[in-house]
């Protein structure tokens, strides 16, 4: 069974920095696109950094020079690092696959359990 399992969220200050991790199986890992997404409380879930097939990467304009997508393919495990958090960063940020090229709202094949991230002021 395909799995994505995230780990690495918690509770932190505005400023700080935080690495959420994805490990996924191998047959997902070798999916062509994967993603981080988020969502918080009585906001439709937003798609935050996505990696493709090709590894091109693309960020949300609210992340953009704050995140950064990267895949370790050795231990198929994908990263999101997030530095100068801000307290609208709170969410629950899910990992997701897909079996295109590149991943969107709308062509997730894989999600995860999701993990909370809270950003205190």
């Known amino acids: 069974q395909e799995k994505l399992i995230e780990s690495g969220g918690g509770l932190v200050h505005a400023g700080d920095s935080l690495t959420l991790s994805c490990a996924a199986s191998?047959?997902?890992?070798?999916?062509?696109?994967m993603g981080w997404f988020r969502q918080a409380p009585g906001i439709e879930r937003e798609l935050v950094a996505r990696i493709s097939g090709l590894d091109t990467i693309d960020y949300a304009d609210s992340v953009k020079g704050r995140f950064t997508i990267s895949k370790d393919m050795a231990n198929s495990t994908l990263y999101l690092q997030m530095d100068n958090l801000k307290v609208e960063d709170t969410a629950v940020y899910y990992c997701a696959a897909t079996r295109r090229v590149g991943i969107t709202s709308e062509n997730v094949d894989y999600w995860g359990q999701g993990t909370q991230v809270t950003v205190s002021s």
């Open positions: 191998l047959r997902l890992f070798s999916a062509r696109g």
